[in-house]
């Protein structure tokens, strides 16, 4: 067979682990191109990097001597622009490259909403390298107060970078909680609770972003907030409400693009031999019950560029994921969630709250009324095991089964106090149910574990 | 609250100056008396003729200078003695060791005689002056949580030029240690009533050692607290390593001494304890009853049976980051810099030769040293067992495991030792690699790749790569500080010892999207 050559746009996650997964069955030429960095590193520790927990090389998931070794070429560069007809990548500026197969693995960029004053000097997003870079450019300058708008994961991550800097900090929040469209009430009334009393956060709910003023050199000098009027000065503005695809270099490209770049559930795109994935693509049809059209996590990332690698390997393969995780950590209080927690429940469903008296450590579930099935957990401060949750979940086992045997589930470090009793104690109580705490048995987590091996 | 950091810092600095200053403190001049106490009668008899003249009774500014005096003398009379042919008469030991022990009975005046005012000034003010820096930090820092703010921002933690200089104070300090003990003799001086108090006898060049590493282990000690006060894994841990070095380390050893007994540290172990299995040490605990049996026994069921069947049950943690001193010292004053130890591959090509061989060396000297002892013999395949144990002593025992594994603290990282040269830890780490309960688990596809854990390890482990991979992490070189563990921020990893089944998972699954993963091609 002709050797066929592939090409990635984009370093990232996703496209990392296309070239991988390919790599590993296949021995044709890959090429991965990126403009934002010489080697793929972690942009979920670019925060690690600003806080001076780590150097950006400590933040490469890989030795450089990995990409020779296993026969990947990188190339630094920016990509203008893509020759369909003729199967070409241009570049700002090097050499078109050839292409057999494409991968578009280009990720996303912050959201802007077309506020005034939104290109002042000062404000910025947090998704790259150079975003990191124009960060430690304004604290060189001087920064004392920040306003950061947009109440998700990056917002709080941008908030405790700037917080180790000595930066006070205002964060607008659309929502009437921190997360709201996400966390229930008492996980966002908690987290926004630590924020404000631990962290000093200066947290404004339910607050829009009217408009930006700057100073005559152009750099923020306040923001204006919709609802009051309030002007509150700043000199740096953190907008995190979210991003979107990175997708406008495609535009008018004959591809077939809404939000994303438009994909079917083999991450092909309208266009032979050219592929999307991760962040930057937009599923034609959602990828399972209650999963967006845009999945923009690390993990999906990852998952959707293990499967891609199959399928170019010729091994067609589609994104089909399983039980839903993801996690996160808001300044000291960990979180990770499994199966499905939304801000409200559906009629058929139930959810239990357990909250330490005293500390930020919490468990919901969330169950079905009638047969108790076990559809999803939110944990905040407790390490659950994800095989473990990963089985009950897709077994459709109960909320009682997982309560019976929580302590197999715990994952924290040895010593942690187990919050078993109390937990089960409050939920007999509140549903008068009589579920009695097993003690940890690595019989039964060895059952589920084993499974998983080769 | 920082300005009683600062006055901290300005404190302890003062204390180290004048602790390191005072070698240039005090006079000394050396009577017949003091002369007699210190040598054997062979060195007497060969030295006093060269002694009346030049070196008793006369009064040194500083110690260097009765040392060059007495290394002449004793140079002089073994050339005589060499000249004659008179063999037996040569003098073999250490002439900076006795000179040493001469120049802390020779001294007089100011530190001699204020000895509790200097031990407060040096060893009070450091204790206090660093209590000071570190108490602050229980509010400063903020709610229990991962404190790693700054470390690769801060001069001292990221090999600025204060990393450096810590680092030669550290190596030149061990130089004097182990080399030019006549240099800390005023040191020495300081704790004399402290080891008169626990041992009944004057302080020794090790005692001194000893009390530092008690002390710095137990005033850094505190700041682990503060600073992992969120974990009870990292509080217990540390509040155990510190119990083993006072109580076993320290005062143990010294009270047996009061007692006429043989001194020895119970928990340090064959063959970190490179010494135990050596003709004198032998002999010396059969010569001493019952108790001196029992210790023998002891060392060689601790090195036979409970090393192994402790680092099956629990992995070689137990001892490293739990037990021993080095480790302890290494976890409590090396933790600001554990950052530094090297994540390349290179590292851990090297570090499995280095530690192995050290091994070996380690087995090899005791084994010709015990044929020695049975055959009564002196060589063993015509090289001298006594130069083998030098040889061992001066590379491994004093330039590797001291001068190196604590000295390069600040740059290299605070394992030095552990990793590429404790043969203990090579002996256990064998254990902890093919037969062991230990394991840290990986939690499915958690990973996020972002190098905390990597970062962290002090052992030069690149968990991530295990992590990332959803594989569980089963290093020989692990030595199950926990702390991977304590800074992920999304859970990932665990320290636990289970069923040896399924603890190592080559080809493992990343949770999440079973059907494309490489390890079941066929599940789909």
Known sequence: ?454 | MKSIKQLGLIIFLSGLTLFTLISFFGSFSLSQEGFEKVLTPKQINNLQGLASENLLNKEYRFTWQLASDFKMIFEESNQNLKAEESWSKVMYSDPNEISGNLAKEAAFGMVKDWRWLWFFLSFGFGIIGALMYMLPDLKLLGKPGIKNNHIYQRNVTNRGWIAWVTMFYLIGFYLLLYFFPYLLTNQILLVDDVSLALSGNPASRWFLYGFMYTVIMGTMAVRMFIKYRHSPYQMVRTGVVFFFQLGFAFLIPEILVRFNQPYMDFKNAWPLNYNFFFEWNINNLIANGQMGQFMLVWGIVLAAIIVPVFSYFFGKRWYCSWVCGCGGLAETLGDPYRQHSDKSLFAWKFERWSIHLVLVFAVVMTGAGLYAFNSGLDQVLGIGVHNIQKTYGFLIGSIFAGVIGTGFYPIFGNRVWCRFGCPLAAYMGLIQRFKSRFRITTNGGQCISCGNCSTYCEQGIDVRWYAQRGQNIVRSSCVGCGVCSSVCPRGVLKLENGPEEGRINDNPIIIGHKHASLAKPSLD
Not at chain 1, 174 to 201: C, Q, T, Y
Not at chain 1, 267 to 287: I, S
């Open chain 1, 1 to 454: 067979m002709k050797s066929s050559h592939t090409v990635i746009i984009g370093n990232g996650i996703s496209g990392v682990t296309t070239a991988r997964h390919l790599r590993k069955r296949s021995n044709d030429p890959i090429t991965i191109i990126s403009g934002e960095s010489d080697h793929f590193y972690s942009r979920t520790a670019l925060m690690y990097i600003f806080m001076g927990h780590m150097r950006y090389k400590d933040t490469k998931p890989y030795e450089d001597s990995f990409w020779k070794k296993n026969k990947i070429n990188l190339r630094k560069d920016w990509v203008t622009k893509i020759d369909f007809e003729n199967q070409l990548v241009h570049f700002h500026q090097g050499n078109p490259m050839k292409y057999d197969k494409l991968v578009l693995a280009t990720g996303s960029k912050p959201n802007k909403f077309g506020w005034t004053g939104q290109e002042s000097l000062g404000v910025q997003g947090l998704y790259s390298l150079q975003d990191l870079e124009s960060m430690e450019a304004a604290m060189k300058r001087g920064v004392k107060k920040a306003v950061i708008v947009g109440g998700g994961l990056i917002g709080v991550e941008m908030a405790e970078m700037l917080q180790s800097r000595g930066v006070e900090v205002c964060f607008l929040v659309r929502e009437s909680r921190f997360w709201g469209n996400v966390l229930p009430r008492e996980e966002a009334e908690m987290i926004g609770h630590h924020m404000v009393k631990d962290h000093h956060v200066d947290l404004r709910l339910e607050k829009n972003l009217d408009s930006i003023q700057a100073d005559e050199e152009g750099w923020v000098k306040s923001v204006k907030i919709k609802e009051t009027g309030e002007i509150i000065e700043c000199d740096f503005l953190g907008l995190t409400p979210g991003v979107s695809p990175n997708i406008d270099f495609l535009k008018d490209s004959g591809l077939d693009l809404d939000r994303g770049i438009m994909v079917n559930e083999y991450l092909e795109t309208n266009k032979e031999n050219v592929y999307a994935l991760g962040d930057c693509a937009q599923f034609l049809r959602p990828p399972g019950k209650n999963r967006r059209n845009i999945e923009q996590v690390w993990y999906t990332g990852r998952m959707m560029g293990e499967c891609l690698g199959k399928t170019l390997s010729g091994n067609k393969t589609p994104y089909k994921p399983g039980v839903w995780f993801n996690s996160a950590k808001f300044f000291d209080i960990e979180y990770q969630t499994y199966g499905w927690v939304f801000p409200r429940q559906e009629e058929d469903q139930t959810t239990f709250f357990w909250k330490h008296p005293k500390k930020d450590i919490a468990l919901r579930l969330v169950f079905k009324t009638q047969s108790n099935q076990l559809l999803g957990v939110n944990a905040f401060g407790i390490r659950l095991r994800h095989q473990l949750l990963d089985e009950i979940l897709s077994s459709k086992g109960s909320a009682r089964e997982f309560l019976r045997y929580f302590k197999d589930y715990v994952f924290d470090p040895e010593f942690f106090t187990n919050h078993g009793r109390e937990i089960v104690k409050e939920y007999n109580q509140e549903f008068e149910d009589f579920v009695e705490l097993k003690s940890k048995s690595w019989n039964r987590i060895k059952t589920v574990l084993n499974k998983n091996l080769r």
